[in-house]
């Protein structure tokens, strides 16, 4: 993914750092549940569309 030259990320504040800490000393993440079930859809999708395209043998 491509960003514009002028992009500034925004400093981490509040609670957010609290998580952020956590996930990077466990080795963990941070996401919203609106994304990961999003990406999971987009998987089953996919996994869906390689099945009915899937020649049997």
Do not use: W
């Amino acid at each position: 993914m491509k960003y514009p030259l002028h992009t500034v990320s925004k400093p981490v504040s509040g609670s957010e750092v609290q998580k952020l800490a956590h996930a990077l000393k466990s080795g963990g993440y941070v996401a919203n549940e609106a994304a990961l079930a999003l990406a999971k859809r987009i998987a089953a999708r996919r996994d869906r569309q390689k099945a009915a395209n899937a020649t049997p043998y």
